[in-house]
């Protein structure tokens, strides 16, 4: 069974700050990846970054980077130089190898930018 | 083109109405997803087609009717709701198979009002 745990509660970051927020998962399958989705108040999902369980390299996308920390199971989102169009719901998720693999999200955390 | 449109984007149906939600991808995806999601929570899986046959139902109740008329289309049809489905109904497709980690691309979501 495969489970991401968020559990920051609501998270508050200066405008031009950068911010870190936190997802842990646990899985006893080798082949994963990890996403990282946001969800403004619009409702769309919009995908921002992925790690792969055999990269070398952290991932990074722009202005997000992934910290992947496979022994300890973490992979946490960094936002650097956060801008108002920041705030909304993000949604640490994992899936396996495998045609019919889901993906399973955390249950998210609002990160609300202050001008 | 790396969108998934929906329509409509708004629906308020009485529980004895039918009706249909829609979703269009051009990027030549071959899996397709339905979700559920209630405010301030993670969506949650209905079904997935790949390659157009319906590969996971995760036990839904037979009042939500998914099809999948071509590779670009997927519908799900609403028949005899009731309130408690009300919630955001997004729409996903990916490239599909089992052979690497491929991001869902979501869709904006219909926003559905059940009376």
């Known amino acids: 069974a495969q489970k991401i745990t968020q559990t920051q509660p609501g998270m508050f970051v200066q405008e031009k700050e950068a911010v870190t927020l936190d997802c842990t998962y646990d899985t006893s399958d080798p082949s994963y990846g990890l996403f990282w989705y946001k969800q403004p108040s619009s409702g769309e999902m919009i995908f921002l970054i992925y790690q792969g369980s055999y990269d070398q390299q952290n991932a990074t996308e722009g202005r997000y980077s992934l910290n992947f920390q496979k022994a300890r199971k973490s992979a946490n989102l960094v936002i650097s130089a956060s801008q108002l169009g920041d705030s909304a719901m993000y949604f640490c998720a994992m899936r396996h190898y495998g045609a019919n693999s889901k993906l399973t999200f955390g249950k998210g955390i609002t990160l609300s930018v202050r001008p | 083109d790396t969108e998934v449109t929906q329509t409509p984007k708004h629906l308020v149906m009485g529980m004895t109405n039918k009706k249909s939600l829609k979703c269009e991808q051009h990027?030549?995806?071959?899996?397709m997803y339905w979700y559920k999601q209630k405010a301030k929570k993670p969506p949650e899986l209905m079904f997935v087609?790949?390659?157009?046959?319906?590969?996971i139902n995760e036990s839904v109740p037979s009042r939500f009717s998914p099809e999948c008329p071509n590779s670009s289309l997927l519908n799900l049809h609403l028949h005899a709701l009731q309130p408690e489905d009300s919630a955001l109904y997004l729409c996903?497709?990916?490239?599909?198979?089992?052979?690497?980690?491929?991001?869902?691309?979501f869709g904006p979501g219909t926003r559905l009002t059940v009376l």
């Open positions: 996903a497709s990916s490239q599909g198979g089992g052979r690497s980690y491929n991001e869902q691309f």
């Open positions: 990027m030549g995806h071959r899996a």
């Open positions: 087609y790949s390659y157009e046959k319906l590969s």
